[in-house]
């Protein structure tokens, strides 16, 4: 399920939506105004961020939004955070633990 943000042309107001179904893209339109003159975003998915970076902006005291954990990068982030604010160091082992968590392969180790 794709999720696309647009900012509309006419009521330059900033807004995501969730396509259910691929043919809705086609038909989109302003959720304030109605208007079919969209530009459409560039998700904020993609923007460029290294994991050093990611780690020094990610605060662990403050809850985040729900779509934070639909980015699997940040998936891991919390524990290694608060691995390092401890002073642990899994080393390699937190890595592939989080790794795990990423790629969904650590539900086919509970399957097991
Ligand atoms: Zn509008």
Not at 30 to 37: N, V
Not at 70 to 98: F, Q, T, Y
Request: include cysteine; hydrophobic fraction near 30%; aromatic fraction near 10%.
């Amino acid at each position: 399920m794709p999720i696309y943000e647009y900012r509309c042309n006419l009521c330059k107001k900033e807004f995501s939506l969730l396509f259910l179904h691929p043919e809705e893209i086609s038909r989109v339109e302003c959720k304030f105004c109605k208007s079919s003159s969209l530009t459409k975003l560039l998700s904020s998915f993609c923007v460029h961020q290294t994991e050093e970076s990611r780690l020094k902006n990610f605060d662990t005291s403050k809850s985040k939004g729900e779509n934070f954990y639909k980015d699997s990068r940040n998936i891991g982030l919390w524990a290694k955070k608060r691995m390092k604010e401890l002073g642990v160091d899994l080393g390699p082992k937190m890595d592939e633990i989080v790794e795990r968590g990423r790629t969904g392969k650590i539900l086919d180790d509970y399957k097991k």
